[in-house]
């Protein structure tokens, strides 16, 4: 990733002074791109033109609204979905009215977001939660369109996931999928865990622990996360040790 103020404050050092004025601008810089949260080219532009930047959750919902309107038209369910994404993140009246202005930014399609999903790209988390909200609202009528499943897989790879995972990760979400396969069983706990049938029980058992410690509720603890993102974070760790049971009774463990 290239840090705008970073790049920009190495340049003119350089030009200054050489190789030690370019570490001393691009120390500078970086310090500046940190401040302003300046994370790509795009999002320079922005701050230059006197845009506000988007929030997370306004960038989630600018995603959901592009997505809605990716096949022609927003129906019903669409609109649902939406509420449904808003009371999941326990939004109050002024959240859910930028996260309506965002939907509808998003409609128009004139939003670039690339530069929102790099930033998005540095917190795995919120990258996960982003792209399951999407992955939601793509299957909210019932099926997933080319353009949808397009713009799922472009997103996906700008938060740094590969095309093999966002397609599992989305497959979850299909309406037939989700019926035939139900909750709870083998597969499904396989998957929780990014494990496969051949994976060695030592090496399930490491996945199991690595992803415990990266998604346990206590990280947040001081963190300032929002009680939602607790919530979401416990629900996490509960799923991931239902799967590890789950895959310990399925092989006799």
């Not at 001393?24 to 033109?49: C, I, N, P, T, V």
């Not at 927003?74 to 859910?96: F, G, P, S």
């Not at 599992?168 to 083998?186: F, Q, S, V």
């Not at 030592?202 to 346990?216: D, P, T």
């Amino acid at each position: 990733m290239l840090w705008p103020s970073t790049v920009i404050g190495a340049g003119a050092g350089f030009a200054i002074a050489s190789i030690p004025g370019a570490l001393l601008g691009a120390l500078l810089g970086q310090a500046m791109d940190r401040r302003l949260q300046l994370h790509s080219w795009a999002h320079l532009r922005e701050r230059l033109g006197g845009r506000p930047v988007l929030r997370d959750d306004e960038v989630l919902f600018v995603l959901l609204g592009r997505l809605a309107k990716s096949d022609g038209r927003i129906v019903e369910a669409h609109i649902q979905q939406a509420r449904q994404e808003m009371q999941r993140l326990e939004m109050k009246d002024l959240a859910r009215q930028r996260a309506i202005a965002a939907f509808n930014l998003g409609k128009a399609g004139r939003e670039k977001v690339d530069g929102h999903l790099q930033r998005l790209k540095l917190q795995p988390h919120a990258a996960e939660g982003v792209l399951r909200a999407c992955c939601r609202m793509a299957w909210a009528d019932g099926r997933a369109g080319r353009d949808e499943r397009e713009l799922l897989l472009h997103w996906g790879r700008q938060l740094g996931w590969s095309a093999a995972k966002v397609q599992a990760l989305a497959g979850d979400y299909e309406p037939r999928k989700a019926a035939l396969e139900g909750p709870g069983t083998y597969a499904e706990a396989l998957r929780l865990l990014g494990v496969s049938t051949d994976t060695g029980s030592g090496e399930v058992k490491q996945a199991y622990r690595r992803l415990i410690s990266r998604n346990h509720p206590d990280k947040l603890q001081g963190s300032g996360a929002s009680p939602a993102r607790v919530r979401e974070a416990t629900e996490r760790t509960r799923e991931l040790h239902q799967a590890y049971a789950i895959i310990r009774k399925h092989r006799d463990l």
